[in-house]
């Protein structure tokens, strides 16, 4: 059985730093892309970074510089750094495993930036 479970979320001050987990299970993991998304309540779901199989990564224009995509193939996980948080980072984050036209989607994880 397919399982992404994301945490690390929380509530954290502007300009504050938070790094999710990914842990991810019921597939082989290496061959899958590895991304995160973020959903803010009144938006579409919008992409945050991605991490391909040969370690190939992309970043939103809104959090390059301030966030980092990485995975450990080893432990089947994939993690997101998040740096210099604004409120504008306020989301639900969820992880999610691609290979082709199959897509998996994790629970997601809470991001909460405010003073």
């Known amino acids: 059985q397919v399982q992404l479970v994301e945490s690390g979320g929380g509530l954290v001050q502007p300009g504050g730093s938070l790094r999710l987990s990914c842990a991810a299970s019921g597939f082989t993991f290496s061959v899958y892309a590895m991304s995160w998304y973020r959903h803010i309540p009144g938006k579409e779901r919008e992409f945050v970074a991605s991490s391909g199989t040969l370690g190939r990564t992309n970043y939103a224009n809104s959090v390059k510089g301030r966030f980092t995509i990485s995975r450990d193939n080893a432990e089947n996980t994939v993690y997101l750094q998040m740096n210099s948080l604004e409120p504008e980072d306020t989301a639900l984050y969820y992880c999610?495993?691609?290979?082709?036209?199959?897509?998996?989607w994790g629970q997601g994880t809470q991001v909460t930036v405010s003073s």
């Open positions: 999610s495993a691609t290979q082709g036209s199959r897509r998996y």
